[in-house]
């Protein structure tokens, strides 16, 4: 289901987990449990200043007296990181969704890669606790810009996986790089590769995988506050509101959140990545472009609601519940 309802946590714990990456222990604001999670989950994070942006969880996924996050301070930030990094604090009350998880573990794969990049190492870690635990054949390698900008480097080394682990240091010695067209260099069948991480090492270690012939069901990818695909297909079409009968143009270098408020229509937004689900709009008539990454396949298919701040649509016109 793509529907999760709120909680409320208060942050018992921040601290700094490495350079520019803080971590946030959220427990039940009343003393319970919390939801239980699988390995590659997130959860929504409403912040200060109205906007909500998804963090994975990356704590032991069979702990359910908290969730941990954890949050790297992000130059080009619209907010969200700096929010976190200079305005929430310990004792304060967030309000988050129950976890959702569009990085599930395959359970029948006979060996895992995990490939972190740097604060993509959230879901990876949790995945290779939940790995660990049940005593399944994995790997991880993780790449970040230097040691001080490692996060859970004591935890991971600590742990009980840590022989399975290597860090790779862009400032290191030429060696201890990750050599991708080595590491994917033969598919082998029940293998399965996860990669969370910034865009670029995202896109090598696919166009890697893909150029030596992974199959794409072994192939398993979360990417940060998920790009939205532009597509060169983008093309120019017209929204029909249903309750007045009036037309905007959606340009096709315009999202159709952007081309309403300048007609003067406001959707309600937070991520504008389609993410996080708050724009929502009933489609009745006409076939949306989905791009998001809100709305599970089948609720895609269905094609009677879509996410305006990044898809599109496939028909010349769109009549949207507005
Ligand atoms: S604003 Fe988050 S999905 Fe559109």
Redesign the pocket.
């Known amino acids: 289901m793509s529907s999760a309802s709120t909680l409320s946590v208060r942050v018992a714990r921040k601290a700094t987990e490495a350079l520019d990456i803080c971590t946030f222990e959220l427990v039940d604001v009343n003393g319970g449990s919390l939801p239980a999670f699988a390995a590659g989950s997130h959860v929504d994070v409403q912040l200060p200043g109205g906007i909500?942006r998804q963090y994975s969880l990356c704590n032991d996924p069979k702990e359910t007296h908290r969730y941990l996050i954890g949050v790297l301070r992000d130059p080009a930030s619209r907010g969200g990181s700096r929010a976190m990094h200079e305005q929430v604090q310990e004792g304060q009350v967030l309000q988050i969704s129950t976890p959702r998880n569009h990085f599930p573990l395959a359970h029948d794969a006979k060996r895992s890669l995990l490939l972190a990049g740097g604060i993509g190492v959230t879901p990876i870690l949790c995945m290779a606790e939940r790995l660990a635990i049940t005593g399944a054949d994995f790997e991880m390698h993780y790449c970040t810009r230097s040691a001080e900008r490692t996060a859970f480097r004591n935890r991971i080394a600590s742990s009980g996986f840590a022989s399975k682990v290597k860090f790779h240091f862009d400032d290191g010695a030429a060696e201890q790089k990750l050599d991708l067209a080595t590491l994917l260099a033969v598919p082998q069948p029940g293998m399965h590769l996860y990669v969370c991480g910034p865009k670029g090492f995202m896109d090598a270690v696919l166009k890697t995988a893909r150029g030596k012939g992974w199959p794409e069901a072994q192939l398993h990818y979360e990417f940060f506050g998920a790009e939205v695909a532009k597509s060169d297909s983008d093309a120019s079409f017209e929204i029909k509101l249903a309750s007045s009968g009036r037309i905007v143009m959606v340009p096709k270098d315009k999202t159709v959140?952007k081309a309403l408020a300048e007609a003067g229509v406001e959707i309600l937004?937070?991520?504008?990545?389609?993410?996080?689900?708050?724009?929502?709009t009933r489609v009745l008539e006409g076939v949306p472009d989905h791009k998001?990454s809100?709305l599970t396949p089948e609720e895609q298919a269905a094609n009677d609601q879509f996410?305006?701040?990044?898809s599109r649509s496939k028909t010349p016109q769109l009549v949207l519940d507005l």
Not at 307 to 310: N, V
């Open positions: 909500t959140t937004m937070s991520c504008e990545q389609g993410v996080c689900g708050t724009c929502l998001d809100y996410l305006p701040c990044c």
